[in-house]
């Protein structure tokens, strides 16, 4: 699994025109399923996302994590984090998983968030969305769960 980690100030997700989600301070997470990827990537992916200590304590140091600053989580389905541009100029998404299994784990992964967190917003999966963001910081992380 593949995240664009955003801390945010605020963000939201609109789907044909109305507001799907929205989120004020906490993370944008952005969510891509590999072919390859379980329920064992969702679990080590949310579980170093949830303890990442990515913000700003009293004195201004990265010192805390998501729960330390009551923050709230807005997950969208991203299957072009797989895009391979290696070769020529049009992407190919054959690293991404099928859309079947990929939506069970989106869903996976927002079960796992909502466990943890009181306030937990999603886009839908498949669909065409417009994502408005507030970057805090700008603050961006990717992680994969390949290399944790």
């Known amino acids: 699994m593949r995240a664009v980690v955003q801390r945010v ?8 025109g109305g507001v799907a989600g929205k989120i004020g301070r906490g993370y944008l997470v952005l969510l891509g399923v590999g072919q390859a990827d379980t329920e064992l990537e969702a679990d080590k992916l949310w579980g170093k996302l949830r303890g990442l200590r990515i913000n700003d304590d009293a004195n201004g140091k990265t010192n805390l994590a998501l729960a330390d ?24 998404f054959t690293a991404a998983g099928a859309p079947d299994m990929a939506n069970a784990l989106y869903e996976y992964f927002v079960s796992l968030v909502r466990e943890d967190v009181p306030h937990v917003a999603t886009g839908r999966f498949g669909a065409d ?8 910081g700008p603050f961006t992380i990717v992680l994969d769960t390949d290399e944790l």
Not at 9 to 16: E, F, G, L, P, R
Not at 69 to 92: I, M, N
Not at 129 to 136: A, K
């Open 9 to 16: 100030n605020s963000a939201s997700v609109t789907i044909d």
């Open 69 to 92: 600053v009551d923050g709230e989580v807005l997950v969208v389905s991203q299957f072009t984090l797989y895009a391979d541009c290696r070769r020529g100029r049009r992407p190919s």
């Open 129 to 136: 969305m417009q994502v408005d963001l507030v970057n805090d």
